[in-house]
């Protein structure tokens, strides 16, 4: 369940990051370098909140972008970043093994020291019980520059698990492809 949950958590986090695949679509912008606490917030869940810790510069968060894009093109038919007088807001439809989500994301924030995504998303599909209706909050904080024994992508999760955002990369050949 714990790692359906830090999969979850981390698929909406970047799904919130990409860029959409229409022409015109808004780009966020980059999020100051050192080191954000992430904190995930389900309403009406069981799940407790979850607290993460991500080490970031510049290079990493751009190529965070541009690596997950192609993905977010195969498994999302709309992806949509607008800008906002307090922020952006994302709509997107996503396909994942069998399970469309339809979500709406709303993040205010300056990305230097602050932000906050709230998302809310219905999926259709997947297994009896998978929960329908969500709302996932997460708030971003800056907490100053990295640790010494942390380089960028580094994201230490709950209990201690660390693991660095270029590995995933590698992981990204294991997703399922979407059906022709």
């Known amino acids: 369940m714990t790692r359906q949950l830090v999969s979850l958590v981390l698929g909406a986090c970047l799904l919130v ?4 695949p229409d022409a015109v679509a808004v780009e966020l912008p980059m ?7 992430m904190k995930t917030m389900r309403a009406g869940s069981s799940t407790p909140e979850m607290t ?3 080490c970031t510069d510049e290079t990493t968060d751009k190529a965070m972008s541009s690596s997950f894009s192609p993905a977010s093109k195969d498994l999302c038919s709309k992806n ?3 800008k906002t007088a307090t922020g952006y807001v994302n709509d997107s439809v996503c396909n994942v093994a069998g399970v469309t989500m339809t979500s709406h994301s709303e993040i205010v924030g300056d990305f230097n020291s602050a932000y906050t995504v709230k998302a809310t998303s219905q999926s259709q599909g997947g297994p009896p019980g998978m929960p329908r209706d969500s709302t996932t909050t997460i708030e971003a904080k800056w907490l100053g520059a990295c640790k010494a024994d942390q380089k960028p992508g580094d994201i230490m999760m709950p209990g201690g698990m660390k693991m660095n955002i ?7 050949g294991l997703m399922p492809k979407p059906a022709k």
């Not at 990051?17 to 959409?20: K, M, Q, R, S």
């Not at 270029?166 to 990204?172: G, R």
């Open 17 to 20: 990051a990409i860029p959409g």
């Open 80 to 82: 949509d970043t607008q």
């Open 166 to 172: 270029k590995d995933m990369e590698k992981l990204k």
């Open 31 to 37: 999020r100051k370098a050192g080191l954000w606490e």
């Open 52 to 54: 993460m810790q991500q």
